[in-house]
């Protein structure tokens, strides 16, 4: 069983950044595939970000290439997304997603609410 923390989500204004973090349990965090996942109001949750267990393998979704940048700290058990020039439009409930031998594990959640 993987268990994930999310942190980081609040309050800002468009055009700022903010950080979200997820810290994993398990002595074998080196080995999961970690993405971030999000989901705004009344919409389905849709793919942000996924990074391999090695940190060079990112992909992104094409809505926030550019802007958003995932990366891990094995030695922490962590992945972070840092989100830069936020627009409105990335307002949602954010979600980290581990998959470990094949299961997906999910975190509570983190909101990030982005103000015009």
């Known amino acids: 069983q993987v268990q994930l923390v999310e942190s980081g989500g609040g309050l800002v204004q468009a055009g700022g950044s903010l950080r979200l973090s997820c810290t994993a349990s398990g002595r074998t965090f080196w080995s999961y595939i970690m993405a971030w996942f999000r989901q705004a109001p009344g919409k389905e949750r849709e793919f942000v970000a996924r990074?391999?267990?090695?940190?060079?393998?990112?992909y992104y979704a094409d809505s926030v290439k550019g802007r958003f940048t995932i990366s891990r700290d094995n030695a922490k058990n962590t992945v972070y997304l840092q989100m830069n020039s936020l627009k409105p439009e990335d307002t949602a409930v954010y979600s980290c997603?581990?998959?470990?031998?094949?299961?997906?594990?999910w975190g509570q959640g983190t909101q990030v609410t982005v103000s015009s």
């Open positions: 997603n581990a998959v470990d031998n094949g299961r997906n594990y």
């Open positions: 990074i391999g267990r090695s940190a060079g393998t990112t």
